[in-house]
């Protein structure tokens, strides 16, 4: 591994090399004309898609990807450099949300992969499942059994092989077998590098099982506690679904294309013979000043690009509010004003503490000839600081049943063992604001995220054309509610670093946080330092079965007036996970994959 600058700077005029995926297409002229579907993005969900569709060999199957391959990025395969695949990179979209009113009229970055893999390429690949209840929420909601725990479980077991840690440690402790998967393409792993804030953490469970209990394995379904973060690596590299479900005996497959560097731009329609308008196909094209081209699958067009980019597509082929789409001269394919609605993100905060120690990671940000020894230790022997994610661990808590909240909102909890808030820990300082970190002093950080959100906001288009970025408004805080719980994870925080565990370690508050004491100080810290976490999800909702309930998808994920077209990403979720939704996609997209196959069996 070269240098983290040079990386960098290397990538910037590189056209990028794809020789391990040797089947990748970039000239729209190699693709063929006689597909049963068409999937629009290879990102999380789409690659899932394309995988399991191609099992089939009668099936032939055609990824158009907008971004580039993901061969070569050392940035984004070793799992330390996480936090710095993003943002502003060559392989990210780089979109920025609308000013966010209860932050202070705050203009936030809020990246999405632009490359094969997705965001499941540039995530720190925090692997969670969410609460039985949560999927369990769903099959009520939509009145189809098939996404309760129960049956979506088999899938979670399905997708994974769990693999060993970097450093081939006694995980007997650390996790169940019994709930996890050997044999699936997605590597899932636990930590594999020792880590100084490691055994505080566990410590303070034992010190205050009541508070901050410990949970062998929050991937159970049981979801409450504080567990040991379960990551979508594979022994020392990311485990992507770029990596996972395209690897070379998958993506070499006589049935299966995939296009790079094509951005799919309008849903084609015709009502010719129908009652209902039919998606006949795509067109796409390099870019503004480029040919366009299209292609028209025989069974169906598959959506996988994101909650925002799914959501642009439907809205720029005609699909959405009719008001909105007129006043752009979009003609309107089908009028449904829930496009673009229920957008659901989780607001998060990092929590800085000035720490007793001379061996958090801030020294190897610091000291570049620090990082060059890590990184030659890392490709010599595949071992070391650079083999781990953001946080060695990872804890899902809630309000108690009895605070004063639930007389003013309701809970917005999957369910009562479903949790409100999560906490991930950084022995060093960590930020996603668009700050400096400190040049001296030692810090441990806990960021906070709030995963029960009330805030609801949009995804609406900016202009007609497709190379312009939406607009998008996560609406962030914008409930009462979210401010509350905001405010009760930042003083459960403190109590957990002032636990008896930390005594020596924690020298208090770094100054940022300091400054925030009071009720009315915190909020107002709260309001300053808010950011997202890039977990968007609910604008092509699953339709409820409730009286008055609507969507923009059936819960096949068909969309609903239209025939040939199905969304397959996390905006189809009409709950947000309590967590972090890589793993929720994946099992959506496999349950899927079978929905499909058995809807053309």
Same mark, same amino acid.
Do not use: C
């Given at each position: ?67 580039? $391959? ?49 965001? $499941? ?36 077991? +399905? ?119 039919? #998606? ?54 089908? $009028? ?28 190897? +940000? ?28 990872? #804890? ?58 009330? $805030? ?59 400054? #925030? ?79 499909? +196959?058995?809807?053309?069996?």
């Amino acid at each position: 591994m070269r240098r983290l600058s040079f990386l960098i700077s290397s990538l910037l005029f590189s056209s990028l090399s794809i020789s391990s995926h040797a089947k990748l297409l970039t000239d729209p002229k190699q693709i063929g004309k006689d597909y049963d579907f068409v999937v629009v993005g290879a990102g999380t969900a789409g690659n899932v898609i394309a995988n399991r569709l191609t099992e089939n060999p009668k099936w032939k199957v055609l990824v158009v990807e907008a971004g580039i $391959s993901n061969d070569g990025l050392e940035l984004i395969s070793t799992p330390y450099f996480a936090p710095t695949a993003s943002p502003n990179k060559p392989w990210t979209w780089n979109y920025t949300t609308t000013p966010q009113v209860a932050l202070g009229n705050r203009t936030l970055n809020y990246e999405r992969g632009k490359l094969l893999g997705g965001s $499941s390429s540039i995530n720190y690949m925090i692997y969670t499942r969410g609460s039985s209840e949560y999927w369990d929420s769903i099959a009520k909601y939509s009145g189809d059994s098939g996404w309760s725990w129960k049956t979506i479980y088999p899938y979670f077991k +399905k997708l994974e092989t769990f693999t060993p840690p970097a450093d081939h440690h006694d995980t007997s402790k650390q996790f169940e077998p019994s709930v996890h998967g050997f044999n699936g393409p997605l590597g899932v792993s636990l930590p594999g590098y020792p880590n100084e804030i490691s055994g505080r953490i566990i410590n303070t469970t034992n010190a205050d099982p009541t508070t901050f209990p410990f949970n062998l394995d929050g991937n159970s379904g049981n979801q409450l506690g504080i567990s040991w973060l379960q990551a979508s690596i594979n022994d020392t590299v990311r485990s992507s679904s770029a990596t996972a479900y395209l690897a070379p005996k998958y993506i070499s497959r006589p049935n299966l294309d995939v296009l790079i560097e094509q951005q799919v731009t309008k849903i084609l329609f015709s009502k010719a013979g129908r009652t209902s308008p039919h #998606a006949t196909g795509i067109q796409f094209s390099a870019g503004p000043s480029s040919p366009s081209f299209t292609v028209s699958p025989s069974k169906e067009v598959i959506l996988s690009g994101g909650t925002v980019g799914s959501t642009q597509l439907l809205l720029l082929s005609g699909i959405g509010p009719s008001s909105e789409l007129s006043s752009l001269k979009i003609p309107v394919v089908l $009028s449904n004003p829930q496009v673009g609605q229920n957008l659901v993100d989780h607001p998060a905060l990092a929590n800085h503490f000035f720490a007793n120690s001379g061996n958090t990671l801030d020294d190897l +940000k610091r000291n570049a000839t620090d990082l060059e020894l890590a990184e030659e230790q890392y490709n010599n022997t595949g071992t070391g600081v650079l083999v781990d994610t953001v946080s060695p661990a990872i #804890a899902f808590l809630r309000l108690p049943s009895n605070d004063s909240v639930f007389r003013q909102f309701p809970d917005t909890a999957s369910g009562p063992n479903s949790p409100h808030y999560e906490f991930v820990w950084r022995d060093g300082w960590a930020s996603f604001l668009p700050i400096t970190a400190p040049t001296t002093g030692n810090y441990t950080t806990i960021t906070q995220v709030v995963v029960a959100p009330a $805030s609801r906001g949009t995804i609406t288009l900016n202009s007609s054309s497709p190379w312009d970025s939406p607009l998008i408004d996560p609406a962030f805080l914008t409930n009462e509610y979210d401010i509350i719980l905001s405010r009760f994870a930042i003083k459960s925080a403190r109590a957990f670093m002032n636990a008896t565990s930390w005594a020596g370690f924690n020298l208090g508050l770094a100054p940022d946080a300091a400054v #925030a004491q009071t009720d009315d100080e915190i909020d107002d810290f709260v309001r300053s330092n808010t950011v997202p976490i890039y977990h968007p999800i609910g604008t092509n909702r699953i339709q409820g079965v409730g009286k008055g309930e609507t969507g923009v998808v059936d819960s096949k994920l068909l969309v609903k007036g239209v025939t040939g077209l199905r969304v397959v990403d996390a905006s189809v979720f009409p709950f947000i996970v309590a967590g972090h939704p890589e793993a929720t996609i994946y099992a959506l997209a496999e349950r899927t994959s079978d929905v499909i +196959k058995q809807t053309w069996a």
